[in-house]
């Protein structure tokens, strides 16, 4: 995909359907681009209003975080130990890739610092770095695996 892209440039629906799958879905059980990046783009813009209790229709029971099998719920938590820190943490979606049932993004991640943060005080800095992630998805349109770096040593500057 040329040139940056944000989360506004994905068309909105709803996209809380949990048991029916992606409208996308192919017989050989692969998923659409667009029904992917569509639903990354809402998954994504709950997580920027960090309304941790809507998730639950993007995740599946247990998510693969970079190798660990990790529950719905501490999913969630980690998410909100990371917003403590930044309570106005915002992930902006720059590259998308999608590969059959896998997605890869850059993000951009922005915030400030109110708590310590390895190392570094809660002195209100505001911080941003670079992540890397891919996501898989199920035939239900649900994230089952997480593989994700960033430089959180930025976040500590």
């Known amino acids: 995909m040329p040139g940056n892209i944000t989360t506004s440039a994905f068309p909105t629906r709803d996209t809380t359907r949990q048991a029916s799958g992606l409208a996308g879905e192919r017989d050989d059980g692969s998923v659409n681009r ?7 783009a809402s998954y994504l813009a709950m997580c920027n209003r960090h309304d ?19 529950s ?27 590969e059959g049932d896998w997605l890869a993004v850059r993000l951009h991640d922005t915030g400030t610092r109110v708590a310590e943060f390895l190392g570094a005080p809660g002195d209100g800095s505001a911080v941003e770095t670079t992540e890397f992630a891919m996501y898989h998805f199920d035939t239900n349109g649900l994230i089952t695996h997480v593989e994700v770096t960033a430089d959180d040593a930025r976040l500590a500057r």
């Open 34 to 40: 667009d029904e992917v990046l569509t639903r990354y």
């Open 72 to 98: 719905r719920a501490e999913y969630a938590d980690d998410l909100r130990a990371l917003v403590a820190v930044f309570p106005d943490y915002r992930w902006q979606l720059q590259r998308a890739l999608v």
């Open 52 to 70: 941790w209790a809507r998730l639950t229709p993007f995740l599946a029971d247990t998510i693969v975080v970079n190798g660990r099998p990790t």
